[in-house]
Each structure stands twice: as structure tokens, then as C-alpha cells.
């Protein structure tokens, strides 16, 4: 399996000439939900889920589909008919050849006054987990964790121990738009020497075979 990195949440999983796309929100490319088989969305906030470009991804290939939870799906079940379907914690699916768990259930806490949302994060294939913005622990080992680097909602101690409890055998940035690149190296060194795993990040556009 190939994961290429799209801007902020975004990325991109192929096998088998298919291809898997998950949170092509308003940070990412135009395009970058294009050419997609299966569409994942962790959850409405608006860096994840953009529905103009997940609109032209399933017109664009009338064989694609997309799974997320309901606030998403409602937006646009009635405009593709039997290609949005809902999911929650704890549902499996098989789609374009990627076997998927779902698990979590509420966005992380940004302050106590905000209102939690829906957020469900993805394992595929038993191997990659993108937990959108949560600190969600699969009930499943995990080969390669797509970890939430910096959001208004964590800070690098709870990054690193989440990486611990997950235990992965490497974790690579996402959610990482807001990071600047003078703050990328205290990142990188913190997180890759004291998360307990091997620790990356690809630059927009970069590929990497897992």
C-alpha cells in the first residue's frame, strides 16, 4: 500500500490500481479528493470534510462512494443516492478492497464551554488508523498511526503519550497546517525521541510505501 500526504488532514492510501481518500477538507488541494474509489470523512469541522470537493469527486467517478457519520452524510445522501452511506463506532465495512473498522466516537475536547461533535476515526486494513481529531485508541494494533501533530485541541505532551498508548511501529504527522516550520524541528525531536516509535512527516505530495 502507497499513502501519498496531502495538505493538513488529508491523505491519500492506493492498492491495486484503487484508491482511498480520507478528509479532503478546505486546507487541502482542489483536487485532492479526485480520482478517489472510496471517500472517508472523520467528521463536519471544515479543515476535514469540504463539500465541493467531495462532490466532485463522486461526480467526477460515478463507481466512488463515501462512508462518514451523519452530520456529513446528510449533507449530501439526497444528491447520491445509495453512494453516502453512515457509519459509527464499531462498524466494519469492506470497500474498493480496503477492509475498514470505525472507531471513536467524539471530537477531543477544545474547551469545556464548546460543544462536542461526532468524530470517528478509520483503520485500514488492519494497519493504517487516521483518528481525525481525537486522541482515539483502536482495540487493534496498528502498524502506521496518522498523528494529529497540532491543533487548537492538544499540546506535544498528550501527541507524544498518545503515540505511546497506541504503540505503533511508525506515526506520521497530520493536522499539522498550523505548525510552522520553525516549530517543526522541537516536533520532530520530541515526538521521535520520546514517542517510542519511529516518527515522520511528508511534505505535501510526498509518497511513501508501507
Known sequence: MRITKRTHSCVQLEKDGR????????FSEQDAALGADVLLVTHEHPDHFDE??????????PGAALWTLRSVADQLSAAFPGRVNTVGHGD?????????????ELHA???PDIPRITNVG???DCSVFHPGDALTVPDHPVDTLMLPVHAPWNKISEVIDY????GPRRAID????YLSDLARPIYDRQIGGLGGAEHGRLAPGEEREL
Open 19 to 26: 484508491r482511498l481518500v480520507i478528509d479532503p477538507g478546505g
Open 52 to 61: 465541493g470537493r467531495l462532490r466532485a469527486a463522486l461526480e467526477a467517478n
Open 92 to 104: 466494519a465495512f469492506t470497500a474498493a478492497g480496503f477492509e475498514i473498522q470505525v472507531h471513536g
Open 109 to 111: 475536547v477544545i474547551h
Open 122 to 124: 478509520y483503520l485500514v
Open 163 to 166: 503515540v505511546r498508548e497506541v
Open 174 to 177: 497530520v493536522h499539522d497546517a
